[in-house]
């Protein structure tokens, strides 16, 4: 569990730290701390790469990487309502799906 430590950025260095073990400690069944424990702005924040540390501001978050593959998707496609279908054909979702995600990420 120590490598999903090491793959978060760290923004907030110390005091984020301790927000994410207080929240853990509060959400916590059988003393157990799982991945499933830690509050979705910290797992959707985890850089997956082997880089190093250095190396690592330039690597996107999931979050970040999918409203990246959105946009481009829109500018492939056009914004139009067929554009639309089209881009979420492309992506493998369902049209409700990427009308969702457009408005998570306020790209409508």
């Known amino acids: 569990m120590l490598v999903i430590f090491e793959k978060y950025d760290w923004p907030g260095n110390v005091r984020?730290?301790?927000?994410?073990?207080?929240?853990?400690?509060?959400?916590?069944?059988?003393?157990?701390v799982l991945p499933e424990t830690f509050p979705g702005w910290f797992k959707n924040n985890i850089?997956?790469?082997?880089?190093p540390a250095a190396e690592k501001k330039h690597m996107l978050s999931m979050e970040a990487?999918?409203?990246?593959?959105?946009?481009k998707s829109l500018l492939?496609?056009?914004n139009s309502t067929r554009g639309k279908r089209e881009a979420a054909k492309s992506l493998g979702i369902s049209l409700a799906t990427f009308y969702r995600k457009l408005k998570k990420y306020n790209l409508e």
């Open 65 to 71: 990487a999918e409203k990246s593959y959105i946009e």
């Open 76 to 78: 492939l496609y056009g």
């Open 16 to 32: 984020e730290l301790k927000n994410l073990l207080e929240y853990c400690i509060a959400f916590v069944k059988d003393d157990i």
């Open 47 to 51: 850089v997956y790469s082997d880089k």
